[in-house]
């Protein structure tokens, strides 16, 4: 193990996870402490950390991505949220890792980021989503409208933001249909032009709002941010 960790921390950045909160039935919050700072952060990216140390030979099982929740660059500190709906090998390294571990880790990466040109913005996705959304929202003025369509199958899967007084909507589903949202979105007056819309979580639903927006609400393909965060039928999307 040793040997193990000398190689990943020449290959990878490493932090020390300084805190771990399990903040809704399905999501723990990860705090940890960086050793560098973040070149070039942009709200909305993710890091990639290896989660299959205890099995490197599981090559699908190494790496999985999470978003950058809330970034603190003069303490050195970020964090993120992981769900664990999948069982799969990021949900069970959220669930062991304990304070105290290092993580290991690349990035921040990714062009899902913070568009301050909006006047209006969207926010739609499943609890998957909910820490990137925030952590994108609190960038936008105070000033300008946000409207947000979160779901799950439960109440209990949601979290509020611990870095603003940010209020999203919660919507309960069973499924990854987009009827309801579709239905809700059709009362809403888009602008085109200026409305900036985020669309992430399971790649079906992503991809048929994105082809409701651009061809029912003809909203310009540069406001339109998709990024499916998991398949059904895939392991750990990049
Ligand atoms: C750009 C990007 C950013 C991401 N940011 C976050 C983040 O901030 N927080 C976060 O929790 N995840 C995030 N993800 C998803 C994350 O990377 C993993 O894919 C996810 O946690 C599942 O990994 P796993 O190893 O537990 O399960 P996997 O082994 O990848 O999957 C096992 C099974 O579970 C299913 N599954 C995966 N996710 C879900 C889900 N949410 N609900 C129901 N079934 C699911 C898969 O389809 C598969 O059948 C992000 C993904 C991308 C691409």
Known sequence: ????????????????LIRKEK??????????????????YSAGQQLRIFVGLENVLAINDLIRTYSVWHYDANKLEVDIAVC????????KWASEINVGD?????????????????????????????????????QIDPNKQIWSY????????????????????FNSQNDNSTKLVIANLDILELDKQSTIIYIAGEANFCKELFAYFRNEKKIFIKNLYTKPFWHPNKKGLE
């Open 1 to 16: 193990m040793k040997i193990l960790n000398s190689i990943m921390s020449k290959a990878f950045q490493n932090a020390l």
């Open 23 to 40: 903040i809704a039935k399905n999501t723990f919050h990860l705090k940890l402490k960086l050793t560098n700072s973040f070149e070039n």
């Open 84 to 91: 664990t709906f999948s069982n799969g090998q990021g949900a």
């Open 102 to 138: 290092t993580i290991y880790f690349s990035g921040p990466k990714g062009k899902f980021v913070f568009n301050p040109e909006g006047k209006q913005y969207v926010f739609i996705g499943d609890i998957s989503a909910l820490a990137p959304f925030y952590e994108i929202a609190k």
């Open 150 to 169: 979160i779901y799950s199958r439960n109440q209990d899967d949601f979290f509020k933001d611990k870095f603003s007084e940010l209020d999203f909507n």
